[in-house]
């Protein structure tokens, strides 16, 4: 999704706000927030055609409330597309809460937040997302029914979303190379976190030939231990001579300077909104060559977890229903090579297809 740019600076008002909400879709923002505990936190409900709108938590040190909101509105219509792409009956919707994960977490805080999100009465359900743990959830469960991930139950969805990932790769492999094998393919995995350690053990496992960079230095240098994968400097990432380009991080890798570096046949990571700007990069990208699986496409394997939770299906159910995304992204590269059209814009296609199907079923 493309970057949201307000009209100037120090636009911020209220009618700001809602113009954004019109261009993008949106159908609810909430802002909340308690000085007691210190929760400052934005909900962002993109659309509920399909169903309530699910999607996660995430804690980020933002630099300010205006990044906070453009980032949980690019999230939640990404919600909205992951949802529909996947065949899920579910709604997009986000939320960021504004503070240092490593720092400002308390139970106060959570269960305030669990409040504010009970206040929807169903129409958004929360889960984990960056910065935030299962344990985080436990506290917001307390004050409301509308979570998941919780321990015991679904549970972290890391494994299933990075399983999704290893899977989509598989499938660009497919396209690329001609068999879908990943053996001593060179994968470059931007962020180790949960998901992007798990992407590391299932391309290991495999025999891929795996280098991982990170901003937090404890956890680069315990998975580079655990899974024998060579640590990259950061500012060297985007010159790596590799098959694969996997970010795993923040949103917005793929952007003038990156896409002028990158000589890599195939991208193919977890990270949301990985398009700084989803029209010129994702053009930029196929007139490079390079086969992209769209973000929300390829990484559907948490929110996948995160449903079965809510119908009661199997965590086999989920893990099986993540494995079909090897056959989401083929479709999607398939369909962008015979039309020639990029890859983004055909996962767009089908997702808003979908949506447009069910508001004339409603009518």
């Known amino acids: 999704m493309s970057e949201i740019a307000f009209p100037n600076a120090d636009d911020f008002t209220h009618n700001a706000v809602i113009s954004r909400m019109s261009q993008l879709g949106h159908e ?17 409900i993109h659309d509920t055609t399909l169903g309530p709108a699910l999607g996660g938590t995430r804690m980020w040190m933002y630099s300010n409330e205006r990044e906070a909101l453009n980032d949980v509105l690019r999230l939640s219509r990404g919600m909205t597309y992951k949802n529909s792409i996947s065949g899920l009956d579910l709604g997009g919707g986000k939320a960021v809460i504004i ?60 494994p299933v979303t990075a399983y999704g990932v290893y899977v989509g790769m598989k499938a660009c492999a497919k396209i690329h190379f001609g068999n879908d094998s990943l053996f001593g393919k060179r994968v470059m995995v931007q962020g ?13 496992e495999e025999g891929a030939i795996v280098s991982i960079s990170d901003i937090q230095e404890d956890t680069l240098k315990r998975v580079s231990s655990a899974y024998n994968a060579k640590i990259v400097n950061l500012e060297d990432v985007y010159d790596l001579e590799m098959d694969v380009y996997a970010p795993c991080a923040l949103g917005a890798t ?46 559907a394997g948490g929110v996948i977890n995160c449903f079965s939770e809510v119908k009661g ?25 015979s039309e020639n059209i990029p890859s983004y814009k055909i996962a767009g296609q ?14």
């Open 313 to 337: 299906l199997s965590s086999e159910w989920a893990r099986d229903k993540a494995e079909k995304i090897y056959d989401t992204i083929l479709n999607i590269i398939k369909k962008s090579k």
């Open 28 to 44: 609810q923002i909430l802002f909340c927030q308690d000085s007691d505990c210190g929760l400052k936190a934005i909900i962002a």
């Open 350 to 363: 089908l997702a808003e297809e979908r949506i447009a199907t069910m508001k004339k079923k409603n009518v």
């Open 192 to 204: 180790v976190g949960h998901v992007g350690e798990y992407l590391v053990k299932y391309l290991r």
């Open 254 to 299: 793929l952007n003038d300077d990156t896409l002028s570096r990158l000589k890599c046949p195939i991208i193919a990571g977890a990270a949301n909104n990985q398009l700084k700007d989803e029209g010129k990069h994702g053009d930029l990208i196929m007139k490079k060559g390079i086969i992209y699986a769209p973000d929300y496409a390829i990484n």
């Open 99 to 158: 503070g240092d994960s490593k720092s400002m977490k308390s139970e106060a805080l959570f269960r305030r937040f669990g409040r504010f999100v009970n206040s929807l009465s169903g129409k958004y359900i929360t889960a984990e997302d960056v910065g935030i743990s299962p344990e985080d959830m436990v506290h917001v469960s307390k004050e409301t029914d509308h979570v998941v991930g919780l321990p015991g139950k679904s549970g972290d969805p890391s």
